[in-house]
Each structure stands twice: as C-alpha cells, then as structure tokens.
C-alpha cells in the first residue's frame, strides 16, 4: 500500500471517526460509501473491510466470514481503526458543547445525504 493510500486511510478515518463522534451514527454507514467511492473496493469488500475496523466489539463473527471470503483489506482496516479512534474521541468530545438541536439537525441533514446518495447513486 503507498504512503499516500496509508495517510488517505488515517484521515479517512478520523473523519469518519469524528462524525460518528459528533453525530452518534455508526461508522459503517459512512465508512462503507467511503471505502466504494475513495478505494474502488466492491460492496462486499467494502463492508469486510469496515467490519474489521470495528472488530474488537461488534464483529469478530461476521469480519472473520468476509476474511475467510476474501473481501477483507486488513491494511486499510488498521489504519481507518486507528484514525477512527482518534476522531470517535474529537467528534465526542465536541458534540458535548454543541445544543441537542444541532446535533438532531446534523444528524438529520447527514442521513437524508446518505439516503439520497443511495437512492439516487448507481
């Protein structure tokens, strides 16, 4: 994997991290588009892929299905599970100081972008 795609996959995470932080929706929900859209990875890799970096305490069973299948970039994983830490951490820690109107908008507004990007996307 390049340097660029390892610094690439940090932020990715991070980002992620922080939405999910800010927000409280489920990095998977992001993270899987993310990994289609930035990556060029298929559904099923995609979704291998986000299951690994949430492996500790959600998906042991379902990721070691999708390894075993092949359509796990364990890399990539590590390293959005990395930066997903870390931004999880910033985006809580700033969701604590926003009003519960903002984060329901925000919330609100990130999953009506989401609906209408699968909606309307290929």
């Known amino acids: 994997m390049s340097p660029l795609a390892v610094l690439g996959a940090a932020v990715l995470g991070v980002v992620i991290g922080a939405v999910s932080g ?5 990095g998977g929900a992001l993270l899987v588009p993310a990994l ?4 060029g990875m298929t559904q099923g890799r995609a979704q291998g892929t986000s ?4 492996l ?7 990721f070691w299905e999708y390894y075993k299948a092949g359509n796990v970039d364990v890399r990539i994983a590590v390293v959005v ?7 999880g951490w910033l985006g809580g820690a700033w969701a604590q100081h926003l009003p519960a109107m903002v984060l329901r908008r925000l919330f609100a507004g990130l ?3 989401i609906a209408a990007k699968m909606w309307f996307g290929k």
């Open 56 to 62: 500790a305490p959600i998906g042991i069973f379902a």
């Open 81 to 87: 599970a990395i930066g997903f830490a870390l931004g």
């Open 36 to 39: 289609v859209m930035f990556y």
């Open 111 to 113: 999953l009506l972008v």
């Open 22 to 26: 800010l927000v409280g929706i489920g």
């Open 51 to 54: 299951l690994a970096t949430l």
